[in-house]
């Protein structure tokens, strides 16, 4: 057998070509075209060297392990190093992975499901219209059913009911968006309910388990092994780190693996038990996701090629199992139209209107969506896919089974012309199959360990060059602004105090500078505590002679101009900041300043300052010099 195994390194060789024109992107067609296109934006070569060392580390740690090792130290190994794959990729890319998990969370444009919900009033029922939502969402979210709201919801309420849990979560998130007014008006149950987007890479580690379990039932413990193995290195886990579509992979193989036990079962009330239960995890998922869509259809011809093929069962007892699983995946959707009057059509058909109307041309889409999904999965895969569907039906292997229905029914959706661009992302839901098809394609040769060692190099430094040439994550947030830290001159001694009655800042030190019909007045203060809201700064010139010049009431900024809301001064630090004050025809000589902090409104009235004097609203710094 090692003969016929030639092929996969073959297969590796044309892999590394692939990798070799995605790292100097010798043509931009690799990356779409006509309406849309990946951005090539290769990071730094410094940047490369947490993730290479996290590919190196685990692929060292994976082939000690793959034969010598209890199955569950490998899928331990395979769920560890997924996540870490994934937080080095990110961190890379953002450099904080907190920062990044936390930033492609919220942000609309990077995911989109979290800011939805908290734009979404609940409570006064026009959620229930939910056709109407999606077209009032606009962009990407137009093709968003309800499922991913409606969970952030649910955790933004349990965690509002729960401060203790959740405000210790929002006051160490809030540092990584303190500039972002919109984000600081969330509740702390909000701000917490991102720490499940922000869990992503952990869902992503914990779908070894299910992957592992099914390729081990539908074929043998060598094929589950190396498909375990291989699951950390798909590209797409890594570069979409913190989207939902990440964890899809994981209700797919639950599906499919209560769908292959259902087929398998002896007794009838099993069947259809696990048959159902495969049915309510596709009808939950595409609760969540149209990018289910297709999956009943895969299911539907697995279910005919394994249980007519591998398990020999009578066609009416497959269609038996249909039936259950139909009632399942109904269960979900028939409570949503109890509730809402809506079904999947209603929605399917409001998503169509905004994501049909994307014209691409369908000759080279056709071949563009089926190239960009394998890309993103790890394109090698394919070669050994298409040795599993052929293979594996001739010898009655389930895992062929599932290779040859997983094949036929991506062709059938490929050909429908129904994706728009994006499918390396949107249909993750299906790579974890390509990745049990294409291990076992490799397994059924029974290649050498230097066959599969050749493959995996290959199918890693793919992984490595497109996470880190490709941008795949757009955000519309950005990262926080770090306040000045150079002292100003001359001393002071005032304290702010907030609205509940506590110091929160304590003015040390100021000084002035004319800049044109300008003064720079710079203030240093010890930040106390977390400042409750984002205040505004006012400041008066007053004269020795005429009258006061005040200034409007403005956020602090650093002495480049970049504004540094009060919410980005951590408790701890000292900090200057810069506010203008107008000149006017004034003179300088013998004037003071009155320096006020206000509350959220800027017309608002000033917060109290602690000065020798006593408590006023103003504290008075001078002379100007």
């Known amino acids: ?29 690799v990356r779409g075209g006509y309406g849309w296109r990946w951005t090539y934006d290769p990071l730094s070569l410094p940047a490369w060297i947490l993730p290479v060392a996290a590919v190196t ?31 080095a990729v990110t961190a890379a890319h953002e450099g904080d992975a907190v920062y990044g998990l936390f930033a492609r969370t919220i942000s609309k444009v990077g995911t989109g499901p979290f800011w939805l919900s908290a734009t979404i009033d609940w409570t006064g029922g026009g959620w ?14 137009s093709n968003l059913p309800p499922g991913w709201a409606m969970l952030y919801a649910l955790l933004s309420g349990a965690g509002d009911a729960l401060p203790a849990i959740s405000q210790p979560i929002s006051d160490a998130l809030w540092p990584y968006q303190c500039h972002n007014f919109e984000v600081l008006a969330y509740s702390p149950g909000q701000v917490s309910a991102a720490v499940f987007g922000m869990l992503t890479p952990l869902w992503v580690g914990l779908t070894a388990i299910p992957l592992y379990r099914l390729t081990r039932r539908l074929s043998d413990e060598r094929t589950a092994r190396l498909a375990v193995v291989l699951w950390p290195l798909t590209p797409a886990l890594a570069a979409f780190a913190g989207s939902m579509n990440t964890v899809y992979p994981l209700a797919t193989l639950w599906a499919v693996g209560l769908l292959a036990a259902a087929l398998a079962a002896d007794r009838e009330s099993r069947r259809l038990i696990a048959a159902c239960g ?29 249980g007519l093929r591998v398990e020999r069962r009578a066609f009416v007892a497959i269609v038996r199992i249909g039936i259950a699983a139909g009632i399942g995946f109904a269960v979900p959707w028939a409570l949503f139209w109890m509730t809402t009057g809506l079904t999947p059509l209603d929605l399917i058909r409001a998503s ?15 071949v563009m969506h089926a190239w960009d999904w394998l890309v993103w999965a790890g394109v090698g895969l394919i070669v050994p896919a298409v040795v599993s569907a052929v293979g594996g039906w001739r010898a009655r292997s389930g ?80 990262p926080p602004p770090i306040p000045d830290v ?32 300008q003064l720079a007045v710079r203030l240093t203060l010890d930040v106390l505590k977390r400042p409750q809201e984002p205040y505004w700064i006012g400041s008066i010139l007053v004269p020795a002679s005429g009258d006061p010049i005040a200034a409007e009431p403005q956020q602090p900024r650093n002495a480049d101009a970049t504004i ?32 006020a902090l206000y509350g959220a409104q800027a017309g608002g009235g000033p917060l109290t300052v602690v000065t020798e004097a006593g408590e006023e609203r103003q504290v008075g710094i001078g002379p100007v010099q």
């Open 278 to 306: 495969a049915g309510a995890i596709s009808g939950v998922a595409l609760f969540f996701n149209f990018a289910f869509a297709p999956l009943p259809l895969i299911l539907g011809l697995f279910a005919l090629a394994y």
């Open 1 to 29: 057998m090692p003969g016929k195994a030639r092929w996969i390194v073959l297969t590796a060789a044309l892999v590394g070509a692939i990798a070799v024109v995605f790292a100097f992107d010798l043509t931009p067609w």
């Open 352 to 366: 169509f209107e905004f994501h049909l109307d994307l014209d691409r041309p369908y000759a080279f889409w056709v």
């Open 399 to 478: 895992l062929g089974a599932l290779s040859a229905a997983l094949l036929v029914g991506m062709a059938i959706v490929t050909l429908s012309g129904t994706a728009r661009g994006e499918t390396g992302r949107v249909w993750l839901v299906f790579t974890p199959l390509l990745i049990a098809a294409g291990a076992d394609g490799l397994s059924r040769v029974r290649p050498r360990a230097g066959h599969i060692a050749i493959f995996g190099a290959a199918h890693a430094t793919l992984m490595l060059v497109l996470t880190m040439s490709i941008s795949v994550m757009g955000l519309d947030v950005t």
């Open 128 to 141: 229930r219209d939910w056709t109407a939502v999606m077209a009032s969402a606009g962009g990407h979210l």
């Open 564 to 595: 540094v809301p009060v919410t980005c001064w951590a408790p701890g630090a000292s900090v200057t900041a810069t506010v203008v004050q107008p000149l006017g025809t004034a003179s300088l000589n013998g004037a003071y300043l009155s320096i």
């Open 57 to 87: 580390a685990y692929s060292i740690g994976a082939a000690l392990l793959v034969r010598r090792s209890a199955a569950h130290a490998l899928v331990a190994w395979s769920a560890l190093g997924a996540v870490v794959l994934a937080l």
């Open 486 to 517: 150079m002292t100003a001159d001359r001393p002071v001694d005032a304290t702010f105090v907030d609205g509940a009655d506590a110091p929160f800042a304590r003015l040390t030190r100021w000084d002035a500078a004319p800049a044109g019909d």
